[in-house]
């Protein structure tokens, strides 16, 4: 068939193209915001309702134009993944992002998908819809360890939009004792703290949970006195707090124990964990952190107390969500 059109010069031009059909997959059950599949020069993934809108400002038409024609001949299966955040669309098409977080204003917030086609043979297969959880803005007002008014009830924490709480607080509870050899928490801790935090949820769907996680110095009777993870200098151990003593961070085999907690404080539905304390040792918190995102991934959260070392943390912000300095979060 012939296909006109304007050139890059302005011009009216004309081309033969294959004939395969017009087809198409609505996005929100609205005509306008129709991903198009089809043969036109302008390839697949074009969202003619809006490239065509004049109304709208001249880069959203341009954002909802292909940035380049990455359909199969027909006759082949095209692959599209086709994502929608918001009023952001992005769309993939055998591999190429032909179109990336382009904005369609005034898209329904909700709606039906619906695969279209104007009576031209088309068919559609392997169709996957998975629900993309709520992107959380970044929080305004943050309880760390425990409410100013002294209420630490589940609606006092959801009345905050970044919580941090202690094990204690979400009923979780060590699997071994002495404590200091625990690896994680008992599986029905973790129930208990899973549904603590989904009600802060359903208080306050936006809320941020992180739980603290205890490392930096253990109480005394968390382990024995001649145990290998404490930190000595010239054979003592090194106190922290009256009660306390420091845990030596350069040992693999401790700081492997605290990733498994990590991994174990996950599994309570929390967003992160909070490390307390940092300090200037770049070599064993690189490794450290490395481990842990491994293990945990990079959407769980992590958030470390630099205590009075303002700005001398640089080494562990790859790794890192944010800091809490002593005046600040940041």
């Known amino acids: 068939m012939l296909f006109r059109s304007v050139g890059a010069d302005g011009q009216p031009k004309q081309e033969e193209v294959l004939n395969g059909g017009d087809s198409g997959i609505y996005l929100r059950g609205s005509s306008k915001s129709q991903v198009n599949i089809w043969c036109w020069p302008v390839g697949s993934g074009e969202v003619y309702g809006y490239r065509t809108d004049r109304r709208l400002p001249p880069e959203v038409r341009a954002a909802v134009t292909p940035k380049k024609r990455a359909d199969k001949p027909v006759g082949q299966w095209n692959r599209f993944i086709i994502t929608m955040r918001g009023d952001r669309l992005t769309v993939n098409l055998n591999g190429e992002t032909v179109i990336e977080n382009a904005q369609l204003p005034g898209v329904p917030a909700r709606g039906p998908l619906a ?11 392997n169709l996957f819809i998975r629900e993309l959880p709520i992107q ?5 007002i943050a309880m760390l360890w425990s409410s100013v008014r002294g209420d630490s009830s589940l609606e ?9 709480v202690g094990q204690r607080t979400l009923g ?17 801790s973790i129930e208990v703290a899973r549904a603590k935090v989904k009600r802060i949820r359903e208080l306050n769907p936006g809320v941020l949970i992180l739980g603290d996680l205890l490392f930096y110095e253990y109480p005394d009777k968390w382990l024995p006195e001649e145990h290998a993870w404490w930190l000595r200098k010239d054979g003592k151990r090194q106190q922290f707090w009256p009660g306390t003593h420091r845990m030596n961070w ?16 996950k599994q309570s539905g929390v967003d992160g964990a909070f490390y307390d304390n ?10 450290f952190l490395k481990e842990v995102r491994e293990n945990v991934g990079d959407d769980f959260l992590i958030l470390a107390n630099s205590g009075y070392s303002v700005g001398r943390h640089d080494f562990a912000a790859p790794y890192l969500n944010g800091f809490i300095d002593r005046k600040s979060v940041v």
């Not at 695969?115 to 297969?125: C, K, N, S, Y």
């Not at 979780?172 to 008992?186: H, M, R, V």
């Not at 940092?278 to 490794?287: K, M």
């Open 156 to 164: 006092a924490m959801a009345k905050h939009d970044l919580v941090m």
């Open 278 to 287: 940092l300090r200037e040792e770049p070599e064993p918190w690189i490794a």
């Open 250 to 265: 350069y040992d693999p085999a401790y700081r492997r124990q605290v990733v498994r907690q990590t991994v174990s404080l």
């Open 172 to 188: 979780l509870k060590l699997n071994q004792q002495p404590a200091g050899l625990a690896d994680g928490f008992t599986p029905e």
């Open 115 to 125: 695969l279209q086609h104007h009576g031209d043979p088309i068919e559609f297969a």
């Open 136 to 140: 959380k803005p970044a929080p305004r």
